[in-house]
């Protein structure tokens, strides 16, 4: 029997303790990259799914396979070139224990928070099973991939793969204003 912890993003605790945990793990096989680059992925990940101060198992596999797949997705991005993904995964700086000291001028930070703000906008616009497709495809819906996703549709995974493709194209053509 596991315990479940309250999810609170605070350093030091338990929560915090295991998903940093989770995320070195993750990233043990990227020798020459920080793990803890992608905590803010994994916080983005994971704070639509498991608000804070609601209850987790610290043995979810919903919750360790979001871990793995925001370390990997984010640590295999070439270093130094940012994308609109880099610019959507928001962070809160209080997750880090060294502040960084090179933080985005205010007008970046407002038109990152208008690209946020006009992301969850347009994909809000999206019909309900490109929406979902789109979320399963960057790691954020609830089912764990496109196969569990498409068996509760009552259809083919190539299908699910086919409506996330085409929810991205919506997106990026509404957001190539932020390029």
């Known amino acids: 029997m596991t315990t ?7 350093i030091g605790s338990p929560y915090m303790d295991l998903i940093r ?3 070195a793990a993750a990233a043990r096989g990227w020798k020459d990259r920080d793990p803890f680059e992608a905590l803010s992925a994994v916080w983005s990940g994971l704070s639509t799914l498991y608000p804070e101060d609601s209850l987790v198992d610290p043995a979810d596999g919903l919750l360790r396979t979001i871990v793995h797949r925001r370390v990997s997705n ?3 991005r070439s270093k130094g070139r940012a994308t609109i993904g880099d610019r959507l995964v ?3 700086p209080g997750i880090f224990e060294v502040p960084d000291s ?3 001028s205010p007008d970046r930070e407002l038109e990152d928070q208008e690209l946020i703000d006009r992301f969850w906008a347009e994909l809000a616009g999206l019909s309900h099973r490109r929406r979902e497709a789109v979320l399963c495809k960057l790691g954020l819906a609830r089912v764990g991939s496109a196969v569990e996703l498409a068996r509760s549709w009552g259809t083919s995974p190539q299908n699910v793969h086919r ?3 085409k929810g991205l194209e919506q997106l990026r053509a509404a957001l190539a204003e932020f390029e």
Do not use: Q
């Open 4 to 10: 479940e912890l309250r999810v609170d993003w605070k």
């Open 21 to 23: 945990r989770l995320t």
């Open 74 to 76: 984010d640590l295999s």
């Open 90 to 92: 928001s962070s809160d």
């Open 102 to 104: 090179s933080s985005p």
């Open 163 to 165: 409506l996330a493709k």
